[in-house]
């Protein structure tokens, strides 16, 4: 079955930058995008980016001025996001998950809690 | 690119039909087939529940179904239980900058 492994909560003070792995098995993993979203406590669902987990092409938003970089490591069918320059504001749980039909998100990873604090 | 509207809370009886909505733009639910909706219970990720407007991802019982009429779509769950109390989000693709946008959630309560 496909599973989403992320890597375990950071705790980051502002102004650093977080890279967060997301491990993708059961499934051919260069034939699916994968998305990036995340959830700030008690708020909804955020997107911030996708990526051709095959050949690495990228769309992100622009809510976050080029401080996000999506990347992907095909040997290892793991994906990565990096956010930089954090504030008070990036305090959220980030979910690695993959694109499905019609560009549904049909699994999810666990989250990953990033803490910004100084 | 702004989220979707919907409504902040939804309630219902145990057996009754509820509907959530989900209003767009003719710049994402109003020009393509790409909705889909998500359950949410507390401390756990979401789930998958609606792809493509209207259909079922495997597993998602044939109670929950989708549908779409100009730049509103619309998630309503049939014959309700206790367990589909919980939060329900939208998602469209859109043809803006931002080519992915959620809804703002919906809180369900079983009453």
């Known amino acids: 079955q496909v599973q989403l492994v992320q890597s375990g909560a950071e705790v980051k003070k502002p102004g650093a930058s977080v890279k967060v792995s997301c491990k993708a098995s059961g499934y051919t993993f260069n034939i699916y995008g994968m998305h990036w979203v995340r959830q700030a406590p008690g708020q909804g669902l955020e997107w911030m980016g996708w990526i051709n987990a095959g050949d690495g092409n990228t769309r992100d938003s622009p809510k976050f001025k080029g401080r996000v970089t999506i990347t992907t490591d095909t040997s290892a069918t793991t994906i990565y996001m990096e956010l930089g320059s954090l504030t008070s504001e990036d305090t959220a749980v980030y979910y690695c998950?993959?694109?499905?039909?019609?560009?549904?998100?049909?699994?999810w990873g666990q989250g990953t809690l990033v803490t910004v604090s100084s | 690119q702004s989220a979707l509207t919907q409504p902040a809370s939804v309630s219902g009886s145990p057996g009754q039909s509820i509907t959530i909505s989900c209003t767009g733009t003719s710049s994402d639910v109003g020009s393509f087939n790409l909705v889909s909706w998500y359950q949410q219970h507390p401390g756990k990720a979401p789930k998958l529940m609606i792809y493509g407007v209207n259909n079922r991802p495997s597993g998602v019982p044939n109670r929950f179904s989708g549908s779409k009429s100009g730049n509103t779509a619309s998630l309503t769950i049939s014959g309700l239980l206790a367990e589909d109390e919980a939060d329900y989000y939208c998602?469209?693709?859109?043809?803006?900058?931002?080519?992915?946008?959620f809804g703002t959630g919906t809180k369900v309560t079983v009453l």
């Open positions: 998950t993959r694109s499905g039909d019609s560009w549904s998100v049909d699994n």
């Open positions: 998602s469209s693709y859109t043809s803006s900058s931002t080519p992915y946008v």
